[in-house]
């Protein structure tokens, strides 16, 4: 099994910034893609940025030129920097990774708990 484990929310005025994290942990597993999404109230999850085990990264058109996602293969972690913050990107964001476990190689989905940001003055 791995476990992912968010920090970094919280509350930020229009045009400040957040930085998100995400870590991996567990046992006798690769990590492939990892992933931000996010959910605004009344609202379908959305992926926000992608980023693979390469460090090749896509990005949603309402956050490219703001938002940076990263990771740290070493260190099993992904993060996601989002600079110049509207209200529009206040949702819970989730961190999604693509594992291939050892036990049967196969690939399996992970969701961290969430964490919210709320842009407001």
């Known amino acids: 099994q791995v476990q992912l484990v968010e920090s970094g929310g919280g509350l930020v005025q229009p045009g400040g910034s957040l930085r998100l994290s995400c870590a991996a942990s567990?046992?006798?597993?690769?990590?492939?893609?990892m992933n931000w999404y996010r959910q605004a109230p009344g609202k379908q999850r959305e992926v926000v940025a992608s980023?693979?085990?390469?460090?090749?990264?896509s990005y949603a058109d309402s956050v490219k030129g703001r938002f940076t996602i990263s990771r740290d293969n070493a260190k099993n972690t992904v993060s996601l920097q989002m600079n110049s913050l509207k209200s529009e990107d206040t949702a819970v964001y989730y961190c999604?990774?693509?594992?291939?476990?050892?036990?049967?190689?196969?690939?399996?989905?992970?969701w961290g708990q969430g964490t919210q940001v709320t842009v407001s003055t």
């Open positions: 567990g046992r006798d597993f690769s990590i492939n893609t």
């Open positions: 980023i693979t085990s390469s460090g090749s990264t």
């Open positions: 999604n990774v693509g594992v291939r476990l050892f036990r049967d190689f196969g690939i399996y989905q992970y």
